[in-house]
């Protein structure tokens, strides 16, 4: 009898309702090196053990140890109501050495995927989130022709590793991101600072987004289709740029053209690449590059190499023609803070006027640094609002992940900036799930065909 009792106590938490993964996607994201600690084997670690580099000296060597307490971070997720969950993968871990795939690492992160699956949380998995092995790095990273065989060839190890349970991918975190802060500003690795080399990069992206994501889409099992997204995506890190002087006015509509530059560079050049294999350069001469770029490229098995669309969306920023920055913009932060919940709807109502596939779009980051957890609520609410009124109007939103589940390691920032629904006290490892997760776990449950 006693059993019976402790068995039904059992299965009531793991029924816990979640919303219908058919109709919306509710979830937190969060990313492999940031969490798991002792990711010793790749360029991140390197850089991060370079002293000045990251603030307050601090390192990855056991971050949120969820390598080894991810159970323990799912069954909040799941007491959180939330039906997806997006993490990555550490191709680091995985291949420790050119072509050595590691039988424990990829049995470790089907463990992972099938953990959430046995709460009735379905897995998104990124398979680059910033971070690859040193082997890679060293033999010239990004730049090298060979970079997408490679790729491919880890994405092939990761699928096959974890099929059928995986439905939805990401191939590239913010690639843009990669690019401009590795090879244009050099404040990720590997510190390139390089316009010429961006390019090359950016090329090689594309190159290695098509060639994953055949061996993905090949590896998605046919149930897949039953979810509100599948398959391949790409999470793009969008902001939303206004004009620092009137529009009506000359300095406003050189802002204007330095947006274009930037929106060209941050999101549009991509999504247009992996949509119609055409890989379109068009920089007018800005102090990188006294005579502009120019470029026009077919990338044939690029096109259509997306199923959805993931949008990264944090801020806005005011942007001013500045011919001392390498862009020839300068980045203002608006009066009062990039907070700008509106943007959420702008955004998404932006990236579907450069849609030429019918793609359906997923907020796949969306979040606040908050330590005390005053401002969450509400800065989710306000968004998802927003959101609501784009899907209103017509816009194909089927999800929002926000960013992150746990507290983490924020790249250059180190530890201070507290992104999670769940506080980790660095101390202890202890988790406490914050107010406004709370919050967020009753908005899914009074809303679970979305916002
Ligand atoms: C990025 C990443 C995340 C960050 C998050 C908060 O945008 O850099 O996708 O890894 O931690 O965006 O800044």
């Known amino acids: ?32 090196h940031q969490v798991e600690g002792g990711n010793d084997k790749s360029d991140w670690w390197d850089w991060e053990h ?16 969820h390598y080894n307490r991810f159970r323990e971070d799912f069954a909040l997720a799941q007491q959180l109501g939330l039906n997806t969950v997006r993490l990555s993968v550490s191709w680091s871990r995985i291949e420790p050495s050119p072509g050595f795939f590691d039988p424990r690492e ?5 463990d992972v995927v099938m953990d959430l699956r046995a709460r009735g949380i379905e897995p998104v998995v990124t398979l680059h989130h910033f971070t690859h092995p040193r082997w890679f790095h060293e033999a010239g990273g990004w730049t090298s022709a060979e970079s997408p065989k490679l790729f491919a060839a880890f994405a092939e190890a990761v699928a096959t590793a974890l099929y059928p349970h995986v439905s939805i991918w990401i191939t590239f975190n ?44 090949e590896h998605t099992p046919p149930s897949a289709k039953a979810l509100a997204v599948h398959g391949v995506g790409i999470a793009l890190n969008l902001n939303v740029f206004h004009p620092a002087h009137d529009p009506a006015t000359e300095a406003g509509q050189e802002d204007l ?34 005579k502009g770029h120019r470029e026009a490229l077919d990338v044939a098995e690029a096109a259509h190499s997306l199923d959805w669309v993931g949008v990264n969306y944090y801020s806005r920023y005011l942007i001013e023609r500045d011919p001392s920055n390498d862009l020839g913009v300068r980045w203002i932060e608006p009066p009062g803070g990039g907070t700008y919940p509106e943007g959420m709807g702008e955004i998404v109502k932006s990236t579907e006027r450069h849609l030429s596939d019918r793609l359906p779009i997923v907020v796949s980051e969306n979040g606040i640094a908050d330590a005390l ?23 194909d939103v089927r999800g929002y992940w926000y960013w992150s589940l746990t507290d983490n390691f924020e790249w250059n920032s180190g530890y201070s900036p507290r992104f999670g629904l769940v506080e980790i006290d660095y101390a202890t490892l202890k988790r406490t799930v914050r107010p406004s997760a709370r919050w967020y776990h009753d908005f899914i449950a009074n809303h679970p065909e979305g916002p």
Not at 50 to 65: F, K, L, N, S
Not at 106 to 110: A, G, S, T
Not at 183 to 209: C, M, Q, W
């Open 1 to 32: 009898m006693r059993t019976i009792i402790l068995l039904a106590g059992i299965m009531m938490s793991l029924s816990t309702v979640h919303a219908d993964t058919s109709r919306f996607l509710w979830g937190a994201a969060f990313s492999s």
């Open 50 to 65: 370079v002293p000045g580099r990251i603030e307050r000296g601090e390192t990855t060597e056991v971050a949120c140890d």
């Open 106 to 110: 990829l049995n470790h992160y089907r």
């Open 174 to 217: 913010e690639p843009m991101v990669q690019i401009t802060e590795g090879y244009l500003k050099g404040a990720y690795p590997p510190g390139i600072s390089d316009f010429k080399t961006g390019v090359k990069v950016f090329e090689n992206l594309v190159r290695a987004h098509a060639a994953a994501a055949k061996v993905l889409r």
């Open 257 to 290: 053209k330095g947006i274009a530059v930037l929106e060209h560079l941050s999101g549009w050049a991509a999504l247009e690449a992996l949509q119609t294999g055409h890989l379109a350069w068009d920089i007018p001469p800005i102090p990188a590059l006294k």
């Open 373 to 395: 957890d005053a401002q969450r609520a509400g800065f989710i609410q306000r968004h998802l609002e927003s959101l609501r009124g784009a899907i209103s109007t017509g816009s």
